[in-house]
């Protein structure tokens, strides 16, 4: 008896030594909720050398959080190895990467190191997601802002400005500058995206100049005006575009409790891969509508991206026109890239937060910049957190559990007790 005890403690150490050296995981998640995206998988084909991850940080829970992350992704590409350091690079690493927190992590492809400060609490499959395709893609990505005109500041804290916006496009791995064209003259060979945002004064005809050659070179352009923005005729001529005068009023937004008419809800999105992806409500306080009817005349193919319901109205002088209105347009022509919005508050300190702006805000600019895998990326909507019981299964639960299975046990310990009884007091 002693010799199969003995035994069964061997083999139960054996496959917990076993288990613990080389844990065995399935995801029994209804929509496989804890597996990666398709758009991370398919990410990860391109992926043909080894990657070097290095984490610092000096949490144990952070960790172990971030460590689970890229597990996910060494399960489906065996090229990445992660290395765990208990204490922070040295100093003179911190400062030849900028590294500024206090929890950092260090890729390392194909003989270039990218570094990233990371926030634990936000880490997630779509943040290691984006610094693979940073550092898969090695360009770098210079999003430019006009500035000069009274454009809102990059690094103001105030509820108007953008400084939030700026963090997030650091986050996303974007290098970001302003344009001053009245110094500089030029627009750089190396600008991804220029970005006209809330002109507060007109452009200078050297200016308008200079943006219409950018145009030509087939570069990428993001166009954001507000009811009292200042126009440019020549780039909006340009571009096949009108913008009407006056601010959109939204009354079923009212109704549903927004503050202000002027207020816009935008809960249903035309097809395109921007919005395809979005599931939630975005908000739009003070918008102008776009017409761009002529844009398919300039050779440009356009999309209406932004729509308001049709109880919307537009008051231009003593006519009253209604809803629907386009605030949000996309003009491709060959590679080339354009978005015009007739709103810039949705990317304000005080917006950018609000309801699906944020997500929004990221698809924008990864089309801007042509990353049409990271548009793919859509987290598994969590669908079996809550359980809602039918009728049946909620009598099964308050008669059957505490009821049912105690008279089950206490019959098989009676049973057991009379085999015993009868076993040692036969009759």
């Not at 496959?15 to 804890?34: C, E, I, Q, W």
């Not at 990218?114 to 395709?133: C, G, R």
């Not at 207020?263 to 919005?275: A, D, R």
Request: glycine share 6%; with cysteine; net charge neutral.
């Amino acid at each position: 008896m002693k010799k199969k005890y003995i035994l069964l403690l061997l083999v139960v150490g054996i496959l917990s030594t076993v288990g613990y050296r080389h844990p065995l995981t399935f995801d029994a998640t209804v929509n496989k909720s804890n597996s990666l995206s398709s758009a991370s998988r398919q990410l990860l084909t391109t992926l043909n050398k080894p990657l070097k991850v290095e984490l610092f940080t000096l949490d144990p829970t952070y960790r172990e959080h971030i460590s689970n992350i890229i597990a996910l992704f060494q399960k489906e590409n065996k090229n990445i190895q992660l290395s765990i350091h208990k204490s922070l690079p040295d100093p003179s690493k911190q400062a030849r990467f900028g590294l500024e927190g206090h929890d950092y992590l260090l890729l390392t492809y194909g003989g270039e190191t990218k570094a990233a400060d990371i926030d634990p609490s936000k880490w997630n499959e779509q943040a290691f997601t984006n610094l693979l395709y940073q550092i898969l893609k090695r360009e770098a990505q210079w999003v430019v802002f006009l500035s000069g005109h009274g454009e809102q500041s990059l690094t103001g804290d105030e509820s108007r400005n953008l400084n939030l916006l700026y963090n997030e496009l650091n986050t996303k791995g974007f290098q970001v500058a302003t344009l001053n064209l009245g110094e500089s003259g030029v627009i750089p060979d190396n600008t991804q995206l220029l970005i006209i945002a809330d002109l507060k004064a007109p452009l200078l005809p050297q200016e308008t100049h200079q943006i219409l050659d950018y145009l030509k070179l087939g570069k990428n352009l993001l166009w954001l005006a507000n009811p009292y923005s200042a126009d440019d005729t020549k780039l909006a001529n340009a571009l096949g575009i009108e913008w009407q005068s006056g601010v959109i009023q939204d009354p079923k937004a009212l109704a549903m409790g927004t503050p202000d008419p002027a207020i816009s809800l935008i809960t249903e999105y035309p097809e395109h891969s921007i919005t395809n992806s979005l599931s939630m409500l975005t908000v739009f306080p003070w918008s102008r509508a776009i017409e761009y009817k002529k844009a398919h005349q300039l050779g440009f193919k356009a999309k209406p991206l932004l729509v308001t319901n049709a109880q919307t109205t537009l008051t231009q002088g003593e006519q009253q026109q209604t809803g629907p209105f386009t605030i949000g347009v996309a003009l491709t022509k060959d590679q080339q890239r354009i978005l015009v919005m007739g709103n810039t508050h949705f990317l304000s300190n005080a917006g950018l937060n609000n309801y699906g702006n944020l997500g929004l805000t990221h698809n924008l600019f990864h089309w801007l910049n042509e990353a049409d895998i990271l548009l793919a990326y859509a987290p598994n909507t969590l669908i079996d957190l809550t359980f809602t019981p039918s009728r049946f299964n909620r009598m099964t639960i308050q008669y059957v559990f505490p009821y049912c299975l105690s008279l089950v046990f206490f019959l098989i310990g009676w049973i057991v007790k009379r085999s015993r009884y009868q076993k040692y007091h036969p009759r």
